[in-house]
């Protein structure tokens, strides 16, 4: 998979597995993709489709199984301690709850001054820390009159522009978003997502957005890949998507999405039998128990990702018949 523009990340053939009590759950299971500098991956499917497993492997908050991380061209899977402390400044990752994921006893500036106190600069000079935190404050919209509240006295939002300014702190490049507006109100999601469009465009940021609403990613990503039981089903631009999903699964995620438009109805596809367990993973593909168009090969022949045109990626036998 390649193109013109230069590529920031580059996931090779990662595998995550889990040891639970019935053998090996398959959580990331041999995906590959590559996010752009500057650009906005969007990874949507299903919960325990593998999408949060997969952007916690990139950053190594979980360790892969196999598979390789590049990142200006640097196997990130193989670095050791020092070279992981000099990732992760250029790497953050910004979470779904951010109740749960801010420590309650920390006030708003505690917490934005947390990431600083590991770097010289702010170690030796306090001022310098109160400006920089200040500063963060109101790039992320946060008013200064809240430097002393504590996250129970903010609202959803407020908290995660609390862990929008914690991760923009060390100056990243890259920053895996997983499901950052999910436990938000609908009006607050529209705030935040602009906030972090304007962020990407000001500082040049590169993003991996995860979550499992399509209506959502659609209005960040320059790219989407759909995951389904640990793989990426279907990769392509946001308007190819959008305008021509060609997996069944894509288009079963689509088809759930209401049209904003009075009268117009979209047929929504509802999916019969049951997902399959990651454990026990059928021979073949793995949506053919659920999939309106399978055929006898389905069953037998795991389908690969394959670019079926313009750099549109689908696993799916049929993908070229649709
Ligand atoms: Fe459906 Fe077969 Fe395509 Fe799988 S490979 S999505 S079962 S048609």
């Given at each position: 998979?390649?193109?013109q ?11 995550k597995?889990?040891h ?7 959580a990331v299971?041999d995906v590959?993709f590559?996010?752009?500098k ?7 499917g299903e ?12 950053i190594?908050l ?5 598979g390789e991380v590049?990142?200006h061209?640097?196997n990130?899977?193989?670095f050791?301690q020092?070279?992981m402390?000099?990732?992760r ?9 951010p ?8 006030s708003?500036f ?5 990431p ?7 170690q030796k ?8 935190v ?33 991760a923009?702190?060390v100056?990243?490049?890259f920053?895996?978003?997983d ?8 009006c607050i ?14 500082m040049g940021l590169t993003?991996?957005?995860?979550s499992h ?6 209005h960040i990503s320059?790219?989407i890949?759909?995951?389904?039981l ?5 990769l ?6 959008f305008a021509n999903p060609t997996?069944?699964?894509?288009q079963?995620?689509l088809?759930a999405i ?5 009268g117009?109805?979209?047929h ?5 039998g ?8 059928p ?12 055929q006898?090969r389905?069953k037998?022949?795991?389908p690969?990702l394959r670019?079926i045109?313009?750099?549109h ?10």
């Amino acid at each position: 998979m390649s193109n013109q523009a230069e590529k920031l990340v580059e996931i090779n053939h990662l595998k995550k597995y889990f040891h639970v009590n019935k053998g090996l759950l398959h959580a990331v299971d041999d995906v590959s993709f590559y996010i752009n500098k500057g650009e906005t991956l969007g990874l949507v499917g299903e919960s325990g489709c593998g999408k949060s497993t997969t952007g916690r492997t990139i950053i190594r908050l979980l360790e892969a199984d196999s598979g390789e991380v590049i990142f200006h061209g640097e196997n990130v899977l193989a670095f050791n301690q020092s070279q992981m402390h000099t990732f992760r400044q250029h790497v953050q990752m910004v979470f779904q709850d951010p109740y749960s994921s801010l420590n309650p006893r920390l006030s708003v500036f505690d917490l934005i001054a947390e990431p600083l106190t590991n770097i010289e600069e702010y170690q030796k000079d306090r001022k310098k820390l109160d400006a920089r935190v200040r500063d963060l404050m109101d790039v992320v919209g946060l008013s200064r009159r809240l430097i002393n509240a504590y996250p129970h006295e903010l609202d959803g939002g407020r908290r995660q522009r609390v862990g929008i300014a914690r991760a923009l702190s060390v100056r990243p490049e890259f920053i895996v978003l997983d499901e950052p507006v999910s436990a938000l109100d609908v009006c607050i999601q529209a705030q935040i997502i602009n906030l972090l469009k304007r962020l990407q465009q000001d500082m040049g940021l590169t993003y991996l957005f995860i979550s499992h609403d399509l209506s959502v990613v659609k209005h960040i990503s320059s790219r989407i890949g759909v995951m389904y039981l640990g793989k990426i089903v279907e990769l392509s631009d946001y308007k190819t998507i959008f305008a021509n999903p060609t997996h069944p699964y894509t288009q079963a995620l689509l088809s759930a999405i209401p049209i904003p438009k009075v009268g117009i109805e979209r047929h929504q596809i509802i999916l019969s039998g049951d997902v399959p367990s990651p454990v026990n993973l059928p021979g073949g593909c793995r949506f053919a128990g659920r999939c309106p168009y399978a055929q006898e090969r389905c069953k037998t022949e795991d389908p690969e990702l394959r670019d079926i045109g313009d750099h549109h990626y689908v696993a799916c036998h049929l993908a070229e018949k649709k």
